[in-house]
């Protein structure tokens, strides 16, 4: 089944940034396991009581983008040695804005991938304080490569949709 692609689904690759520092790495409690291994490996916290990391976001927006949007979800996601989540258990297929805050305590060698048609065209390394905005449509999806079980460290990544 081939999708109907619109011009602003093709530009929107080419809109995607990075920020440094932007928050301070923080950690959250109530953590369940995602373990299937046909699609990742992880720990998660779905709508997290985070108002200053969704009123931090907003203000992003809108300096990078002169936009004002509200959130219409968010979720945390923990990567420990070992762990990875595959870009066909990515939960947003959505149109908006998503914004991801990095806030791992350390940088790890675990990167987020952002793919258009099976491409790769945005990558967000793990660099703590760090967020990145990109443009999504259902046909992007995204991915966590996997952090080495030789790596001790972790990864804590906010994910956030706004339209």
Request: some cysteine; overall charge neutral; glycine content about 4%.
């Amino acid at each position: 089944m081939v999708l109907p692609v619109s011009l602003e689904d093709l530009l929107a690759t080419r809109s995607a940034v990075i920020v440094a520092d932007v928050v301070a790495p923080r950690t959250f409690a109530g953590y369940r396991r995602y373990a299937l291994v046909d699609r990742g490996s992880y720990d998660f916290i779905d709508a997290p009581d985070a108002p200053e990391l969704v009123a931090r976001a907003a203000a992003l927006i809108e300096q990078q983008t002169g936009d004002h949007r509200r959130c219409v979800e968010s979720r945390v996601v923990r990567l420990v040695p070992g762990d990875y989540l595959l870009a066909h258990h990515d939960r947003i297929r959505d149109r908006g804005l998503e914004v991801v805050f990095d806030l791992s305590p350390a940088a790890a060698p675990a990167e987020l991938h952002y793919r258009q048609h099976g491409q790769v065209f945005f990558r967000m390394p793990c660099v703590p304080g760090s967020a990145a905005l990109i443009p999504r449509n259902p046909t992007v999806t995204s991915n966590h490569t996997y952090l080495s079980k030789l790596h001790t460290g972790e990864v804590v990544r906010w994910i956030a949709l706004f339209v």
